[in-house]
């Protein structure tokens, strides 16, 4: 319990090193375990090739929700043909100097995935592209 209170009472820099100091271990430990582990595999970001094919098998069946869901997809991503990414050159979390700006990061990313699923549903190469040009900017 005393170690919650701690935390609590650390500054914001003294919380923000502590958290990077813990990620530099664990993606050094990742990296070890990869390396001695053989080839590392990407796991397909939120859905592996199988999902997506069942999801495709399931929606080209019309079945629910699966088509529901897709025709939700569908007429989401259609608005988006010009959407503008919202990119920023820093990403803040309330840092108390600069306010929050990472909710444009986490809309980008999620238009960015849905366009992604559609290219794959459907084969919108327009999708593909938008969803590059959004991690890309």
Not at 53 to 58: F, L, N, Q, S, V
Not at 110 to 115: G, N
Request: aromatic share 10%; glycine share 8%; with cysteine.
């Amino acid at each position: 319990m005393r170690e919650v209170w701690k935390w609590k009472l650390m500054g914001k820099e003294t919380q923000m090193k502590n958290m990077v100091s813990l990620l530099g271990v664990i993606l050094l430990c990742s990296l070890f375990i990869g390396i001695t582990q053989g080839a590392f595999t990407h796991s397909g970001c939120l859905s592996t090739q199988a999902d997506l094919d069942r999801m495709a098998t399931k929606v080209a069946a019309s079945e629910q929700p699966w088509k529901g869901s897709w025709d939700i997809l569908m007429s989401n991503t259609d608005q988006w043909t010009d959407h503008t990414p919202e990119a920023v050159q820093t990403v803040y979390v309330d840092d108390g100097t600069h306010g929050s700006n990472f909710m444009n990061l986490a809309r980008d990313v999620h238009r960015a995935y849905q366009l992604a699923l559609r290219y794959h549903g459907d084969g919108s190469t327009w999708a593909a592209d938008k969803a590059v040009e959004i991690f890309n900017a």
